[in-house]
């Protein structure tokens, strides 16, 4: 149904407009006593269309009337119905069609409002589950360094005690980006945690080996048929040994290891986490010096380096940690990472060092 309203004066009908927005408004294109009516009528009605009719015909009335604004224009008295019945038609139909974009726009920024709201809420819940930014443990210095592409990360990192003498850590990159991928991680921190309580209470000893705690990941990560699948690497110290045993699932670029005077990356290769029910992962163990620091970063630490090519890149890792750091900042800054506002991914570095 169409409702009508008619106005006598210019002010009346500025009203109308601001109170209610018509679908359409036929005026003429001439007020007495207001200047220029027509091009501040249009501008009031926009994105709805106002029709003008006036007395005169002619070229340049015409030309005036649709530089105003106006989207068609009659003479009266109307000698083309027709025409102007098409025009009315013409012009309800974009009016509704105008009407319907605004609604679905509000919607939109309604949808997008409650989804930033679980933005939100799923970042609160990921910084929750981080370990402090810096801590010691077991005399170990442990920080890292998250910087996420979109709202949510996809890379995750852990550090905890285990007992006097053991200490675990790992890096984490899971496939893809946002709210899915961070899904993971949760999923990933609620395993290590059951595997350190079931160490805790004696009921299973699979936190004491991270290719044993890569195949509970693997298994645990297959059977929820989420389609994730995640690159890895598992750290476990020693204090009392001086030693560094770990787990590869399919990590690249390998940690970094740097004591005395010699710096080289870690040996050793692992498929991917939750794509093969029969995956290998392999483990190593390497000795420690008194004083040490490793490493660990994310692939997508590569994809903002300007290096030519991959060995260049990873040289270029190499001899950064090679000089050494005071802190993951100041290897952010040796990198060039800070300065890259927009990252094509995750991007996550972690440290481990021991300094007497």
């Known amino acids: 149904s169409i409702e009508l309203k008619h106005v006598c004066s210019a002010e009346q009908a500025l009203l109308c407009i601001e109170q209610r927005q018509p679908d359409l408004l036929l005026t003429l294109s001439e007020l007495e006593g207001e200047n ?4 501040r009528v249009c501008k009031a009605m926009h994105p709805n269309q106002v029709i003008a ?3 005169a015909s002619g070229e340049a009335a015409t030309l005036k009337a649709l530089r105003q604004g ?11 119905p027709e025409a102007f019945k098409e025009s009315l038609q013409r012009q309800l139909e974009r009016a509704e069609l105008i009407s319907q974009s605004q609604y679905f726009r509000e919607e939109l920024e309604r949808s997008l409002g409650l989804l930033q709201e679980d933005q939100q809420a799923g970042r609160h819940v990921q910084q929750k589950m981080l370990p402090p930014n810096k801590i010691d443990i077991n005399d170990y210095h442990f920080e890292y360094r998250i910087k996420p592409s979109l709202f949510l990360s ?10 006097e003498s053991l200490s675990m850590f790992y890096l984490a990159d899971i496939s893809g980006h946002g709210a899915s991928s961070a899904f993971v991680t949760v999923l990933l921190k609620n395993m290590t945690n059951r595997l350190l309580r079931n ?12 290719v044993a705690v890569l195949e509970r990941v693997n298994k645990e990560l297959l059977e929820t048929g989420l389609g994730k699948h995640m690159t890895i690497f598992v750290g476990l110290l020693d204090r009392i ?17 740097k004591q005395g005077d010699k710096t080289e990356y870690l040996g050793g290769a692992g498929m991917p986490v939750g794509l093969f029910e029969d995956a290998q992962f392999e483990g190593r163990i390497v000795e420690l010096e008194d004083e040490f620091c490793i490493t660990v970063f994310s692939d997508g630490v590569l994809e903002v380096m300007t290096q030519p090519s991959l060995k ?11 000089q050494g750091y005071d802190g993951l900042g100041d290897l952010a800054r040796i990198l060039g990472v800070d300065q890259v506002d927009e990252a094509p991914d995750d991007i996550a570095a972690l440290s481990i060092s021991r300094r007497l």
């Not at 996809?154 to 005690?161: C, E, K, L, P, Q």
């Not at 260049?312 to 090679?322: N, P, S, T, V």
């Open 70 to 80: 106006a989207a068609d224009l009659f003479v009266l008295p109307l000698t083309e």
């Open 312 to 322: 260049a890149k990873e040289k270029c890792l190499l001899d950064a940690a090679a």
């Open 36 to 39: 220029d009516w027509l091009a």
């Open 53 to 55: 009719l006036q007395a």
């Open 199 to 210: 160490y805790n209470r004696g009921s299973s000893f699979d936190i004491l080996s991270p």
């Open 154 to 163: 996809g890379d995750f990192v852990d550090y905890f005690r285990i007992s």
């Open 241 to 257: 040994e001086n030693t560094l045993q770990y787990g590869v699932g399919g990590h690249f670029p390998m940690p970094i290891l």
